[in-house]
Nanobody, 126 residues
Framework: QLQFVESGGGLVQPGGSLRLSCAAS????????IGWFRQAPGKGREGVSC????????YYVDSVKGRFTISRDNAKNTVYLQMNSLKPEDTGVYYC???????????????????WGQGTQVTVSS
């Protein structure tokens, strides 16, 4: 069974950092694009970043460029999201999900991704 488990969320002050982990089971990262998404209260799910499991190419939404870094460890079947200089507007539930490489493109709607994890809450507040 294909499954993701997210962890690493929490409460942090503005300007702080968190590192999220997304552990995959039941499939190999190398054949997928792995995306991090977030959903703030009352809003839709927003794509934040993506990494290609094949070659590690990374993509970021403009609002997080220079602050967030996505990485992968294929041996551990895990994708990470290092979040620095956090802002209150980064608050939300963060999810990871996979999209097959053969049909993936940057900017795909969340509905094109599957195997969503349960999410991890990130709250940025003083």
């Amino acid at each position: 069974q294909l499954q993701f488990v997210e962890s690493g969320g929490g409460l942090v002050q503005p300007g702080g950092s968190l590192r999220l982990s997304c552990a995959a089971s039941g499939f190999t990262l190398g054949y997928y694009a792995i995306g991090w998404f977030r959903q703030a209260p009352g809003k839709g799910r927003e794509g934040v970043s993506c990494i290609l499991g094949s070659d590690g190419t990374t993509y970021y939404v403009d609002s997080v460029k220079g602050r967030f870094t996505i990485s992968r460890d294929n041996a551990k079947n895990t994708v990470y999201l290092q979040m620095n200089s956090l802002k209150p507007e980064d608050t939300g539930v963060y999810y990871c999900a996979a999209s097959p490489l053969y049909s993936w493109y940057w900017g795909q709607a969340p509905a094109a991704y599957g195997n969503w994890g349960q999410g991890t809450q990130v709250t940025v507040s003083s």
